[in-house]
């Protein structure tokens, strides 16, 4: 999907609209939005309508205008904690980055009964050296679509 110029869309609804555009009778659609090795939002739409957004940062709103008009709607109170190190979920082994300096922001919770917790989903946006292409590679794997949306790229 060509989300165009982030000027030719208003707001997240018109990505939406393209989104529901792409199968009018999908009961879920996700759309992966990476950007720059940085960035990654996903947005969802259940039966074309309730619109879920999941940014692995909210520094995306102000960097770019494609950031802004997919999470700028997203309250900073929405932010998420970040996971103790103590927690279970371990991260897969990556060079180091700059985990400690992201702030995800709406709502995590947007996969999580395909199987994809909101905590496990911010953990591998936190984790290190992690770029937006290989959590999109590890959630479409939990999804069971990875070798098709590596079709698409």
């Known amino acids: 999907m060509d989300l165009g110029r982030p000027a030719d869309l208003a707001d997240v609804e018109d990505v939406a609209d393209l ?69 279970d979920y371990e991260a897969p082994e990556q060079p180091a ?11 995590s919770d947007l996969l999580a009964d395909l199987g994809i917790s909101g905590q496990k989903l911010v953990e591998l946006c936190a984790g290190e050296g992690m770029m937006p292409s290989d959590v999109t590679t590890e959630i479409c794997a939990v999804l069971g679509c990875a070798d098709a949306v590596e079709e698409l790229r």
Do not use: C, K
């Open 19 to 87: 989104l529901r555009d792409v199968d009018v009778d999908a009961s879920v659609s996700l759309l992966f939005v990476e950007v720059d090795d940085e960035y990654l939002a996903v947005l969802r739409l259940d039966e074309g309508e309730d619109l879920r957004v999941f940014g692995s940062d909210a520094a995306f709103v102000d960097e770019s205008p494609l950031g802004a008009v997919l999470l700028g709607d997203q309250d900073r109170h929405d932010t998420i904690e970040l996971p103790d190190e103590d927690d």
């Open 97 to 107: 980055g700059n985990a400690d300096d992201i702030e995800p922001v709406g709502d």
